[in-house]
């Protein structure tokens, strides 16, 4: 997923090591909500009486009105790898320009009813944890407690020189106050992909780290950028604690979501996705729900809860 920001909020994976080939495509039929209906039922079938670990990607958010990266109808952009953000002064401030816009999108989102459907999952305890690719800190704000944010968090950022950690409601406090330009009538346009063009992003003003005077940077993992090691093997406890996988929202098309995914099946765990769309993994699954993911989260939450109350 991406943001108006432009940021890579999917990342890469923490090596380069090439995956499974792409896979087919979601099953046909003539009758969508009959197959849909199928497929949940065949889901439940798999996941009944599991311990699930879930992995979600930028599907999952779009309810709450985070665009998706790679949705249907979305201009695909290249976005700005990490490397040039250190590199170049000028695109670090381009940067941070459409960053500060698009955060408060993400500040002004609110969990949707898949969030609280993963969140209820867990309560109940079939979901032992969420691994998430989204940095919307949205499983968080539904009541998840056991997420590990493999690509970070636009709630935070860092100084890239002494490792200081910044609340970013507080940096944008400050880069409101600095630019106040930014609200005038014309300074910004939103394009008809929801991205954003400011007039004059020379004129932005970019703080410095207050502690070293070093580079800022969100605590999100750009495309270029390592997975953290750490994050990964926390990522990685949580599918090998589980009996099954959860994907949901992911189009499974960086390798941190397929290595995980790699994990799982080693394992002998079943994989169940949902996921508007084709995955790079479909084939790989026992159940692929091609819908929505808000709509058959509540669906799978509802039945497998009410299946856990029975056997417990």
Not at 8 to 17: E, F, L, N, S, V
Request: glycine share 10%.
């Amino acid at each position: 997923m991406a943001t108006s920001d432009g940021t890579a909020t999917d990342g890469t994976a923490t090596d380069g090591t090439a995956t499974d080939a792409t896979d087919g495509t979601a099953t046909d039929a003539t009758d969508a909500t009959d197959a849909t209906v199928t497929d949940v039922d065949r889901a439940v079938a798999v996941l009944r009486g599991k311990r699930i670990a879930v992995l979600t990607g930028a599907g999952v958010s779009t309810d709450s009105g985070i665009p998706d990266y790679r949705g249907a109808g979305r201009v695909v952009r290249k976005p700005m790898t990490f490397q040039e953000f250190l590199a170049d002064p000028a695109k670090r401030q381009r940067y941070w320009a459409g960053s500060h816009l698009g955060w408060r999108t993400f500040a002004a989102a609110r969990p949707n009813d898949g969030h609280r459907a993963l969140a209820a999952l867990e309560s109940a305890g079939v979901v032992s944890g969420i691994v998430t690719q989204n940095v919307d800190g949205l499983h968080l704000r539904a009541g998840s407690r056991r997420v590990v944010e493999i690509h970070g968090s636009m709630d935070r950022a860092v100084c890239l020189t002494c490792g200081q950690v910044f609340s970013r409601a507080d940096l944008a406090a400050v880069l409101d106050r600095e630019n106040p330009w930014i609200d005038e009538p014309g300074s910004v346009q939103l394009q008809p992909d929801g991205d954003v063009e400011i007039s004059d992003v020379q004129r932005f003003r970019v703080p410095d780290c207050t502690v070293c005077g070093g580079v800022l940077k969100p605590d999100v993992v750009f495309f270029g950028e390592f997975v953290p090691a750490e994050k990964f093997r926390e990522a990685v406890s949580i599918v090998a604690e589980a009996d099954a996988l959860l994907v949901v929202g992911s189009s499974l098309t960086v390798n941190s979501g397929v290595r995980l995914l790699d994990h799982a099946t080693r394992r002998k765990h079943p994989v169940v996705i949902v996921n508007r769309g084709v995955t790079r993994s479909d084939r790989r699954a026992a159940v692929k729900i091609d819908a929505g993911t808000t709509e058959t989260l509540v669906e799978l939450a509802a039945r497998l809860s009410a299946s856990a109350m029975i056997d417990g």
